[in-house]
């Protein structure tokens, strides 16, 4: 039973135009979603995260966006530039308070800047 | 270059060995996590330790032994494992600030260590 699901394990796209990565979750217990970017042979990187009480965060070029009725966050990059080219993961996770936070994870998109 | 740094980055071992997995921060840190991603499948949270206790222990089997001796290092300590073991281990850690009640800081995660069972 998969909670958090990246229905597009692929995506294309040109240099300079906008790239739209899309994530599910199904819990609707989770309260805080993150991005990561991933190239190979590396680990992970923090990209952008947004609290369950915002619909929109910012950070350069990098947005999130978050559709809590649908279940539904997204992350947009505009300009697309060819450094971007990697896989990037959703994560979710509850309200934690007793412990620290336990982050689900999503299957992963690769995304392919095109020169 | 990563403030979490994992050792080895790559490790081969039979069936019956014993080895070790390490995970050293630099962020001043205080949650350090062990994470499994084997082909094909997401990241599997594995254990937690906050403040050097451990409070998750995601049903993982006995042969994969975690300690935390101080909130800057984790190990991994691996016995008798199977070739589905087999997989790319990761150690993330975050700040978690206990009188706030919420952790909703970021994790940061190491490079990993690729794990092979012959």
């Known amino acids: 039973d998969q909670q958090v699901k990246q229905n597009s394990p692929s995506l294309s796209v040109q240099e300079g135009r906008i790239s739209i990565l899309n994530c599910d979750y199904t819990n609707s217990m989770f309260d805080y979603f993150l991005w990561y970017k991933k190239y190979p042979a590396e680990g992970p990187t923090f990209l952008i995260s947004i609290s369950s009480i915002k619909d929109k965060n910012e950070d350069g070029r990098f947005t999130v966006f978050l559709n809590k009725s649908a279940k539904h966050l997204s992350l947009h990059i505009v300009p697309s530039q060819p450094g971007d080219s990697a896989v990037y993961f959703c994560?979710?996770?509850?309200?934690?308070?007793?412990?620290?936070?336990?982050?689900?994870f999503g299957q992963g998109t690769r995304l392919t800047i095109n020169p | 270059e990563t403030g979490v740094t994992q050792t080895p980055r790559h490790l081969v071992m039979g069936m019956t060995n014993k080895k070790s997995l390490k995970c050293e921060q630099h962020?001043?840190?205080?949650?350090m996590y062990w994470y499994k991603q084997s082909a094909k499948k997401p990241l599997e949270l594995m254990f937690v330790?906050?403040?050097?206790?451990?409070?998750e222990n995601n049903s993982v089997p006995s042969r994969f032994s975690p300690e935390c001796p101080n909130s800057s290092h984790l190990f991994l300590h691996l016995h008798t494992l199977q070739p589905e073991d087999s997989a790319l281990y990761l150690c993330?850690?975050?700040?978690?600030?206990?009188?706030?009640?919420?952790?909703?800081?970021?994790?940061?995660f190491g490079d990993g260590t690729r794990l092979s069972i012959l």
């Open positions: 993330a850690s975050s700040q978690f600030y206990r009188d706030r009640g919420l952790s909703n800081q970021p994790q940061h």
């Open positions: 962020l001043g840190h205080n949650a």
């Open positions: 330790y906050n403040f050097k206790e451990q409070t």
């Open positions: 994560a979710a996770s509850n309200r934690v308070y007793q412990g620290a936070q336990k982050l689900v």
